[in-house]
């Protein structure tokens, strides 16, 4: 009889492990916590959590001291601090104008950083050195006792895969990437041409020397983690965080969990096709979401601003045009509603001004477009990360294998 | 200091009881497995499994034979079968044309079933006591040593709530339902109207003396659980399931898990609007998916059924028309595969027949407007349990709190 799958039998080992987890994702997200708030929060008893406490600090992933003078009486609770200044992990962001990589303290807290405009035309392959040399210089300047506990990578407007395969999505990033694809090429032509793929985190990972490459995102799917974990949609469980950035991606959170699909190539809804009779796409269909919103005014935050600006001057031009492209924007919003009745959609990038500028539009979609039910509870929000969501997104998944299992990572 | 959030440790005997779960599941999914197997597959050693079997057994939820003659030589593993005569659940269904009832045993198995036409204009209220009678009858029929385990309800074209909670549509079900809307009502004015709220799992576990109602899920949702667990989208993570009754909705399964939103009310993929120039849908807007599909072909069985015979016959109006719907069904599905990344669209109901008729229509759409990415291990299926599935989804909800703690559901 085959004994090549026998793995040994779970025992408490595991429950301990899940609640180690479990406490320091706690601390990591809230911060300094009372131990008598994560005996209530997480549901143990003293003991237990005096126990864990010991271990984590015993590992050097906490701290406790005691609280700043609170002004009750009584002899106060414990508190447990991330040990932010030592455990830490690199967050990277390539992004459509510009490359940023920080050293973050568990916690979430930024250490140190690094930030570099992206020549327009910069392929995605060709910031690997640039990146590897703000980790090399973060590197220099990190205390001798420091603690590295892995590394992520947001990237935007690309195609990524859960393994960390990036691929370039042809059309849409076509100049930024120097991918050349001949106009009015169909989607199934463009296939071809999108068969340039770079597995990113592999590259980085091997200039960088790690054992362990980082973990590759997109910058919507992250920014939707950031403001999930620790921004606005912070306690929500059923999100749509909207980045616009040339185009529209989506990050989605359903039930808490992430929603990337099959390849983690999800999450495309500016490419959903609100309007047969619209404007041809790069990616070969005609009246995507994005399109039909940038015909009016381009997805990006300086031309957004400039037309913001025009219409609060009362040029009638630009207060059409802004009333036009919300009502676009609304649409698509009211659709995404009924797909997934969410609790929040956060209007990120350079949809965060159009969505302050044309709210009544947006809101107006919605209630003539989305069923009353699915829009029962829902929240319009904007970032409160602002653009430091991506990075803060890449190092929440820097920490995920530490809190998944605190000592194995810590040890390891 | 309080104490009355404190919980007792997680010891060993949660790990236990998640085990006995996974075995419990395996058996229900796979049906008589060997205990080689179920130690290869659950990834435990031969004595916990034979420690979890044991306890089992005793509790009457399987039991232990020698398997059929193999012809191979040497002593065969011993078999583990779910006891499907014993534990049961009741599985309910609220179809716009029928109401069924099933007593299934674990493991799937329809042990009896009753099924009544449901008339046309019969409030989903007044269904009540004919499901009742239903079950009532099926109980005088069921051994003495039978153990009940649970019961779930699928409900067609109903909005639902996680809490059972069954909220009636109120444009789309107002015929079938006796809801009064008044035609051409907007869909803000209709929220009133939808005001009509009838707990229906909580009226049918009082008629039929439960202590825990019935769990209560959307026909399409269920649908999408059943051809996940035990049909065509067994094994795939991502699935997209599309069920065609009057109008679209979708069953979401992403990472494994049904995706439903806030209060239960996603999948609403008929009322994502794919055409501002369409025409009006009873929701108050207007160029719904649904309805641009059905003003070339109405989503009913019979109507999808009697256009694709004429178009077999060669009428050619009739294969206009079906060119024109299943171009329409594509648009729709190429939104869905970039918001999702699925491995498999399923197309149930009435949607099944309009798929098969115009496969080439929806595989033209998917290649000119899906990302290449987003479909690249798509697979599009009909489903393996035809008219079914509601059910078989209605049983697996009645079994979930059984599998996810089987000594406790069993003893209580």
Known sequence: MSTSHQRSTPTQDSVRRQNL??????VHVAGDTSRAELTNQLGLNRSTI????????????????????????????????PRSSRVYGYALSI????????????????????????????AVRDTVATLAGFVHDMQRATPPDGVFVGSGIAVSRMMRHADGVVRVLPAAVSAADGVAVA?????????????????????????????????VGAV?????????TRGAAAGLDNVVHLHGDAGISAGIIADGRRVTGHGGHGGEVGHMVVNPQGRECGCGSRGCWEMEIARHVPLERDAVRACVDAARRGDPAARATLRQAADWLGFGVANLVNVFNPTAVVFGGALRELYLAGAAQVRGRLATMALPACREH??????????????????ELAFERLLADPLETADS
Chains 1, 2 share one sequence.
């Open 21 to 26: 987890g479990a406490l320091l994702r706690y």
């Open 378 to 395: 829902l929240r319009l929000r904007t970032p409160l990360l602002g653009d430091d969501a991506p990075l803060v997104g890449a190092a």
């Open 183 to 215: 106009a009015g090429t169909s989607a199934a032509a463009a296939a071809g041409a999108a068969g340039i793929v770079a597995d990113l985190g592999v590259a980085l990972g091997a200039e960088l020397g790690l054992d362990r490459p980082p973990v």
């Open 95 to 122: 992004e459509v104008d510009r490359l940023r990589a920080a050293r973050v303290g568990l916690g979430g807290k930024v250490l140190d950083s690094r930030e570099l405009p992206r020549p327009h035309g910069t």
């Open 220 to 228: 919507a799917d992250l920014a939707a983690l950031a403001e999930h």
């Open 50 to 81: 005096g126990a864990l406490t010991a271990d984590l600090a015993g590992a050097g992933l906490i701290d406790e001291g005691t609280p700043q003078e609170t002004g009750r009486a009584g002899r106060p609770s414990l508190v447990v601090r």
